[in-house]
């Protein structure tokens, strides 16, 4: 007899497996693990990602599905980094606690033994000879405990300085993209929380730029990973190169980035969007080691402006629904949701 628990997860399980089969997806244990938590509404970030892509009816390809799992399920590694560092911080500041706490004590019965010398030499049946003696030993230990103390505290400022950086590295490398060396997604999504509560508070604009290159899987069938790998980075350079101030470019993931434009309205988001376009059809993809011209690299551009109060999420679609005619009309151009001059 299953106990409650065990029914819902049995459901869980049922209703992944069942959108495996609705979908055509390999029913691996990877991708049991995406349908899964999806279903159980345990990740609200995985839920939004899929709704958008099933609304749009993308469909969940091998490139895809390693995305998702990569993105929902890999992180954890990150952040078990940055705990683990932060951990090892926190047991270096509590020896630091420690040695000072010893070196109070010893400062306490120092202070003591003058107290105590003090007050029998004020005796003249008191010979002095064991009274000096002893000050002196005194002396010499609460030395060596100060040359310790300074010492360990030594040792450890430098552990805490290497493992503030190693902290600062793991944090990172966890905001960036592997590849391109920009922004990842997980940067950009807390960055896009961050802009939209400003813009919440201030009322100023905030454009949001979702940037897929045309014919990318040309590139890769052709030409092979090796070649497609490094026109995303070009296409992560150029964007780099076209963006200025509080504008932040990030790879969305796969073939897609985006660039998110606080304080800019949606008619100069569309010229950002443009400048963007054309700088593109200035480069060219040669290989490197034959130099033979392989391509034009094209890209398509779909704008957004955050309403006020929307959900994340929904901007995201619209941005992604322009996108998507962009590339039904044609391909190399930008489009905005809703169209400047609406």
Same mark, same amino acid.
């Given at each position: 007899?299953?106990?409650?628990?065990?029914?819902?997860?049995?459901?869980?399980?049922?209703?992944?497996?069942?959108?495996?089969?609705?979908?055509?997806?390999?029913?691996?244990?990877?991708?049991?693990?995406?349908?899964?938590?999806?279903?159980?509404?345990?990740?609200?970030?995985?839920?939004?990602?899929?709704?958008?892509?099933?609304?749009?009816?993308?469909?969940?390809?091998?490139?895809?599905?390693?995305?998702?799992?990569?993105?929902?399920?890999?992180?954890?590694?990150?952040?078990?980094?940055?705990?683990?560092?932060?951990?090892?911080?926190?047991?270096?500041?509590?020896?630091?606690?420690?040695?000072?706490?010893?070196?109070?004590?010893?400062?306490?019965?120092?202070?003591?033994?003058?107290?105590?010398?003090?007050?029998?030499?004020?005796?003249?049946?008191?010979?002095?000879?064991?009274?000096?003696?002893?000050?002196?030993?005194? @002396? *010499?230990?609460?030395?060596? !405990?100060? &040359?310790?103390?300074?010492?360990? #505290?030594?040792?450890? +400022?430098? /552990?805490?300085?290497?493992?503030? @950086? *190693?902290?600062?590295?793991? !944090?990172? &490398?966890?905001?960036?993209?592997? #590849?391109?060396?920009? +922004?990842? /997604?997980?940067?950009?999504?807390?960055?896009?929380?961050?802009?939209?509560?400003?813009?919440?508070?201030?009322?100023?604009?905030?454009?949001?730029?979702?940037?897929?290159?045309?014919?990318?899987?040309?590139?890769?069938?052709?030409?092979?990973?090796?070649?497609?790998?490094?026109?995303?980075?070009?296409?992560?350079?150029?964007?780099?190169?076209?963006?200025?101030?509080?504008?932040?470019?990030?790879?969305?993931?796969?073939?897609?980035?985006?660039?998110?434009?606080?304080?800019?309205?949606?008619?100069?988001?569309?010229?950002?969007?443009?400048?963007?376009?054309?700088?593109?059809?200035?480069?060219?993809?040669?290989?490197?080691?034959?130099?033979?011209?392989?391509?034009?690299?094209?890209?398509?551009?779909?704008?957004?402006?955050?309403?006020?109060?929307?959900?994340?999420?929904?901007?995201?679609?619209?941005?992604?629904?322009?996108?998507?005619?962009?590339?039904?009309?044609?391909?190399?151009?930008?489009?905005?949701?809703?169209?400047?001059?609406?």
């Amino acid at each position: 007899m299953l106990d409650d628990a065990e029914r819902i997860a049995t459901n869980y399980a049922q209703a992944a497996m069942a959108t495996i089969a609705r979908l055509g997806i390999p029913p691996t244990p990877q991708n049991y693990a995406v349908w899964y938590e999806y279903h159980d509404g345990s990740n609200p970030d995985l839920q939004r990602t899929i709704d958008v892509l099933l609304s749009n009816h993308r469909e969940f390809d091998e490139a895809l599905l390693d995305e998702l799992y990569e993105r929902f399920f890999t992180a954890g590694k990150d952040h078990q980094a940055v705990r683990e560092t932060a951990r090892r911080v926190q047991e270096t500041l509590r020896e630091v606690v420690d040695a000072v706490g010893d070196a109070g004590v010893g400062a306490s019965r120092y202070g003591a033994t003058l107290r105590d010398v003090s007050g029998q030499m004020q005796s003249p049946q008191v010979p002095l000879a064991p009274l000096v003696a002893r000050l002196i030993e005194e @002396t *010499n230990e609460m030395s060596r !405990r100060s &040359q310790h103390l300074g010492y360990r #505290l030594d040792q450890s +400022a430098r /552990r805490i300085e290497v493992l503030k @950086t *190693n902290l600062d590295d793991v !944090r990172r &490398q966890a905001m960036t993209d592997g #590849l391109t060396g920009i +922004a990842n /997604r997980r940067f950009f999504d807390a960055v896009l929380r961050e802009q939209a509560s400003n813009a919440m508070e201030t009322g100023d604009d905030l454009c949001l730029l979702l940037i897929d290159i045309d014919h990318f899987k040309k590139f890769n069938d052709t030409w092979g990973h090796q070649t497609g790998d490094e026109v995303l980075k070009l296409v992560a350079k150029t964007l780099v190169d076209n963006i200025k101030g509080q504008d932040v470019v990030a790879r969305f993931g796969g073939e897609e980035f985006v660039v998110l434009l606080p304080k800019t309205s949606l008619s100069a988001s569309v010229m950002v969007g443009n400048t963007i376009r054309t700088a593109f059809e200035k480069r060219r993809v040669v290989d490197k080691e034959s130099k033979r011209m392989i391509g034009d690299i094209t890209v398509s551009i779909g704008i957004a402006r955050y309403e006020l109060g929307e959900s994340l999420a929904e901007l995201v679609r619209r941005a992604d629904a322009a996108l998507y005619r962009a590339k039904n009309e044609g391909r190399n151009r930008v489009i905005a949701d809703p169209p400047t001059g609406a």
